[in-house]
């Protein structure tokens, strides 16, 4: 992933240097990394645990659209008193995020329902809320504290990108150094083995969806932090993207194995490669080509690695037998 993220930038500098080295254009890669990076933070954990999570982007505009509403309702009697309480409006909305994600780990890891078929039922379920929610209209409103915080810098860099890189630090740690971390890469890798060392899948399972939606929660924070509005249909898009980085970054899609810095590199090449285009002038269509291209060759690669691996011990046994 690292080579392709070197590769990709090199050939869209070849290509159009005065206009993919543009400092704003640089800035624009690393403002709209971060909410995607974190859906693929999350997509990642539930495929670990050997699931999926499409309710995501659903529960990301949720928290969009409960922020947007709740400070325009104070704004309107006093806009000084709801600028003053955004950290509480902020936080109303991640635990709407939240409870989304309670919902899902309810479904799946008490009713016993597939994850697939659970998200795909509440991704239905929070859309219909949020086009009930908002009359299918966009929403206009935010903070100004927070719509402050999601246009700033510290030293050049959006403080967004570095709101996604501590979160993606954060996740690291929870997955290598946490308990529940090694309990969820065991319930994906081998579920009745988890079963028979002792681990409770039911609490992991609700851990693991309740942390999903704590992520998607906090992407819904950065959307109308970049842009201060809120609408049902915002990053319909991105449930499919998502999907493609987390199984770019080298995500196992049965379970069991993923690296949270494959997924962070996984992000920029896919921001980079659409920058990239962008700068050609070339339409989202081919995006989508080159999109599926990388994903169809990092996999066919893998395969290729793993069927050599395979070949390895047999030839070394074949040796020692002779």
Same mark, same amino acid.
């Given at each position: 992933?690292? @080579?392709?993220?070197?590769?990709?930038?090199?050939?869209?500098?070849?290509?159009?240097?005065?206009?993919?080295?543009?400092? &704003?254009?640089?800035?624009?890669?690393? @403002?709209?990394?971060?909410? &995607?990076?974190?859906?693929?933070? #999350?997509?990642?954990?539930?495929?670990?645990?050997?699931?999926?999570?499409?309710? /995501?982007?659903?529960?990301?505009?949720?928290?969009?659209?409960?922020?947007?509403?709740?400070?325009?309702?104070?704004?309107?009697?006093? =806009? $000084?008193?709801?600028?003053?309480?955004?950290?509480?409006?902020?936080?109303?909305?991640?635990?709407?995020?939240?409870?989304?994600?309670?919902?899902?780990?309810?479904?799946?890891?008490?009713?016993?329902?597939?994850?697939?078929? *659970? $998200?795909?039922?509440?991704?239905? &379920?929070?859309?219909?809320?949020?086009?009930? %929610?908002?009359?299918?209209?966009?929403?206009?409103? !935010?903070?100004?504290? /927070?719509?402050?915080?999601?246009?700033?810098?510290?030293?050049?860099?959006?403080?967004?990108?570095?709101?996604?890189?501590?979160?993606?630090?954060?996740?690291?740690?929870?997955?290598?150094?946490?308990?529940?971390?090694?309990?969820?890469? /065991?319930?994906?890798?081998?579920?009745?083995? *988890?079963?028979?060392?002792?681990?409770? !899948?039911?609490?992991?399972?609700?851990?693991?969806?309740?942390?999903?939606?704590?992520?998607?929660?906090?992407?819904?924070?950065?959307?109308?932090?970049?842009? =201060?509005?809120?609408? #049902?249909?915002?990053?319909?898009?991105?449930?499919?993207?998502?999907?493609?980085?987390?199984? /770019? #970054?080298?995500?196992?899609?049965?379970?069991?194995? #993923?690296?949270?810095?494959?997924?962070?590199?996984? $992000?920029?090449?896919?921001? &980079?490669?659409?920058?990239?285009?962008?700068?050609?002038?070339?339409?989202?269509?081919?995006?989508?080509?080159?999109?599926?291209?990388?994903?169809?060759?990092?996999?066919?690669?893998?395969?290729?690695? %793993?069927?050599?691996? +395979?070949? +390895?011990? +047999?030839?070394?046994?074949?040796?020692?037998?002779?």
């Amino acid at each position: 992933m690292l @080579l392709l993220v070197v590769v990709a930038f090199g050939i869209f500098t070849v290509l159009n240097p005065a206009v993919f080295l543009n400092p &704003i254009n640089l800035q624009n890669i690393a @403002l709209a990394s971060p909410e &995607i990076g974190i859906l693929a933070l #999350a997509m990642m954990l539930a495929m670990l645990s050997g699931g999926i999570d499409l309710s /995501l982007v659903s529960i990301a505009n949720l928290t969009a659209i409960t922020i947007s509403t709740l400070y325009t309702a104070i704004a309107t009697n006093d =806009p $000084t008193q709801a600028d003053q309480l955004f950290p509480v409006i902020v936080l109303v909305g991640v635990a709407v995020g939240l409870c989304g994600g309670v919902v899902n780990g309810l479904l799946i890891a008490r009713v016993g329902i597939t994850p697939i078929l *659970a $998200t795909l039922g509440t991704m239905q &379920i929070y859309n219909g809320i949020a086009v009930a %929610w908002t009359g299918g209209k966009t929403l206009y409103g !935010s903070p100004a504290g /927070l719509t402050a915080f999601g246009q700033s810098t510290m030293g050049g860099i959006p403080t967004l990108f570095i709101v996604f890189v501590v979160v993606a630090l954060a996740i690291g740690l929870v997955i290598n150094r946490t308990p529940l971390g090694l309990k969820v890469t /065991l319930q994906g890798a081998n579920p009745a083995a *988890a079963y028979y060392s002792g681990i409770n !899948s039911t609490r992991v399972l609700m851990g693991t969806y309740m942390l999903t939606g704590l992520l998607g929660s906090i992407a819904g924070v950065l959307f109308i932090g970049r842009n =201060p509005t809120a609408s #049902a249909d915002y990053g319909a898009s991105y449930v499919l993207l998502v999907v493609v980085i987390a199984v /770019l #970054a080298g995500t196992n899609p049965n379970g069991g194995f #993923a690296t949270v810095f494959g997924v962070v590199l996984a $992000t920029l090449v896919l921001q &980079i490669v659409q920058s990239g285009f962008t700068a050609m002038r070339l339409s989202t269509f081919e995006y989508s080509m080159a999109q599926g291209l990388i994903l169809v060759a990092v996999m066919v690669f893998d395969q290729i690695k %793993w069927r050599g691996r +395979r070949r +390895r011990p +047999r030839r070394a046994v074949a040796a020692s037998a002779a």
